[in-house]
């Protein structure tokens, strides 16, 4: 079985940083792309971030130049390093991946809060 469990969220001020982790199950090499989503109360949840199994990395245009997604291979964990929070960037953070030999099975997280005052 896959299992994908995040930590490192919690509560700070904007302008903040908070390093957001997804441990998995097994090596990060046997994921398609993985990603991280996010959903606030209300709102649909939507892509942050993305690295594919060759390393290249993606973006919402909304986090772009403050957020970093990462991983260490070693430990088998992927992480999401988010700097200069803002109010806005209050939700749920998710950790999301499939496997290369199963690509049409999603793995999902427990999800972890982040919550961001002003």
């Known amino acids: 079985q896959v299992q994908l469990v995040e930590s490192g969220g919690g509560a700070v001020q904007a302008g903040g940083s908070l390093r957001l982790s997804c441990a998995t199950s097994?090596?990060?090499?046997?994921?398609?792309?993985m990603d991280w989503y996010r959903q606030a109360p209300g709102k649909q949840r939507e892509l942050v971030a993305a690295?594919?199994?060759?390393?290249?990395?993606d973006y919402a245009d909304s986090v772009k130049g403050r957020f970093t997604i990462s991983r260490d291979n070693a430990k088998n964990t992927v992480y999401l390093q988010m700097n200069s929070l803002k109010p806005e960037d209050t939700a749920v953070y998710y950790c999301?991946?499939?496997?290369?030999?199963?690509?049409?099975?999603?793995?999902w997280g427990q999800g972890t809060q982040v919550t961001v005052s002003s």
């Open positions: 690295i594919t199994a060759g390393g290249i990395t």
């Open positions: 999301k991946g499939s496997l290369i030999v199963i690509p049409w099975e999603d793995y």
């Open positions: 097994r090596s990060i090499l046997s994921f398609n792309t």
